[in-house]
């Protein structure tokens, strides 16, 4: 079974660069589409974007300019960079995976990023 | 704002059904069958519990089941459990600029 696991800084200030990794265990990352959704504290869900092993990439129009989102195969993971970060990106960050079920069936255990100086 | 809309809250007391409402549009529910429900214990990451409208992933328990009708999705869970309250979410893909959205969430509360 397949398991998804982001790290990453806890803390980044604002105007700053946040990257994650997201390291896939279990499977190949060479297959499906692999995501970034966040939760700001108490809030709901927002897809931010994904990537395809091969490279292609959508991202959520409203953070489009801001982020990047890649991957490594033969590190096995993915990765996320949003920069000019603020407040508002505070969030918890979870990595997942979306299939041929066309739905994010496997999800990190999230990591919280705090926006602050 | 969410983009599909879903009740804030919802109860029920062990051994009753409940159903959540999850309404889109045209563009997403309407169109796709690419509906999902997930659900989600305090702390925790979300779990795939419905996908394509009303289909179980492997280990999901069948007292969950998803419809559709129209623009509006919705999640029923029969002979509720303690272990049911959670917040439940939505999910759609959309043929907008925006490929997936979820809905706001709804918090189910087990009395």
């Known amino acids: 079974q397949v398991q998804l696991q982001e790290s990453g800084p806890g803390l980044v200030k604002p105007s700053e660069t946040l990257s994650l990794t997201c390291a896939v265990s279990?499977?190949?990352?060479?297959?499906?589409?692999w995501s970034w959704i966040r939760q700001p504290p108490g809030k709901g869900l927002e897809w931010t974007g994904d990537?395809?092993?091969?490279?292609?990439?959508n991202y959520n129009p409203s953070l489009k300019s801001r982020l990047t989102i890649s991957v490594d195969t033969s590190k096995n993971q993915f990765s996320l960079k949003l920069n000019s970060v603020t407040a508002a990106d505070t969030a918890v960050y979870y990595c997942?995976?979306?299939?041929?079920?066309?739905?994010?069936?496997?999800w990190g255990q999230g990591t919280l990023v705090t926006v602050s100086s | 704002q969410s983009a599909l809309t879903q009740p804030a809250s919802v109860s029920g007391s062990p051994g009753q059904s409940i159903t959540i409402s999850c309404i889109g549009t045209s563009s997403d529910v309407g169109s796709y069958n690419y509906v999902s429900w997930y659900q989600q214990h305090p702390g925790k990451a979300p779990k795939l519990m419905i996908y394509e409208v009303s289909n179980w992933p492997s280990g999901v328990s069948n007292r969950f089941s998803g419809s559709k009708s129209g623009n509006t999705a919705s999640l029923t869970i029969s002979g509720l459990q303690a272990e049911d309250e959670a917040e439940y979410y939505c999910s759609s893909y959309t043929s907008t600029s925006t490929p997936w959205v979820f809905g706001g969430g709804t918090k189910l509360t087990v009395l």
């Open positions: 997942a995976r979306y299939t041929d079920y066309w739905a994010f069936d496997s």
């Open positions: 990537i395809y092993y091969g490279g292609n990439t």
């Open positions: 279990g499977g190949s990352i060479s297959s499906y589409h």
